[in-house]
């Protein structure tokens, strides 16, 4: 049981390229999660998804996109990425709707965009 | 202004003190709430939940006061491994279903 795993750990960038960044959850959660956490700003949430096949915006959207094809699996792309998006990216999931459930994170990926 | 706030700190405290932090939040609809420890470069991890009636595990101690709309953790007899951010989150409504949203984190330094 390896919980929230998240591919890669670390990714430099040049202004402009695109990536894609996997989170996987091997406990059957339906809720995940991408926040970033940038110094002095704590986590922020970018997009959630609420079950396979859905998505929504969280508190800082702009210039990413995700997409949850299957449930273990939660995708988040950067089109075209600019240096402000040179953050730490967490992927967290949570296994029901119930308020009272916690979240579980991975590992974190640094990500740096030149 | 954040929904969810927290003293940044640092607290800076010697082994064996105690230790409090508080977390405000602006929505009253909101539903739970948690701690979380956040170690350099790791991720963030449950320390608790926190409960209408007040919560210890061993050292440490949340309380929540929804007429006023804050959280507290206590931690008694501090350890250097103590040394870490806090993270206050609340579950807040939205669309049906309740977001977890984060305040900033408070730092703790435990010297000897």
């Known amino acids: 049981n390896a919980g929230v795993t998240q591919t890669p750990k670390f990714r430099v960038l040049k202004t402009g390229q695109s990536m894609t960044l996997l989170c996987a959850q091997d406990m059957n959660h339906e809720y995940m999660y991408w926040y970033r956490q940038d110094p002095g700003m704590g986590l922020r949430l970018i997009h959630y998804s609420v079950g396979e096949g859905t998505t929504a915006k969280g508190e800082v959207p702009d210039g990413y996109n995700v997409s949850r094809l299957k449930k273990q699996n939660f995708l988040l792309g950067l089109e075209s990425a600019a240096p402000s998006q040179t953050s730490v990216y967490f992927c967290a999931s949570k296994s029901s709707v119930s308020s009272t459930d916690t979240q579980y994170f991975g590992p974190g990926t640094r990500l740096t965009v030149l | 202004r954040k929904e969810v706030e927290q003293d940044p700190g640092p607290f800076n405290v010697p082994e064996g003190a105690t230790v409090a932090f508080n977390c405000t939040y602006s929505?009253?609809?909101?539903?739970?709430f948690f701690w979380y420890r956040q170690d350099c470069r790791k991720e963030p991890k449950l320390l608790m939940s926190?409960?209408?009636s007040g919560n210890e595990d061993g050292r440490f101690t949340a309380q929540l006061n929804r007429a006023s709309q804050y959280i507290s953790l206590l931690i008694r007899d501090s350890k250097l491994s103590d040394s870490a951010t806090y993270l206050c989150?609340?579950?807040?409504?939205?669309?049906?279903?309740?977001?977890?949203?984060f305040g900033r984190g408070t730092s703790l330094i435990v010297h000897p």
């Open positions: 929505n009253s609809a909101s539903q739970s």
């Open positions: 989150v609340v579950n807040q409504p939205s669309g049906g279903s309740y977001i977890p949203t």
């Open positions: 926190v409960y209408s």
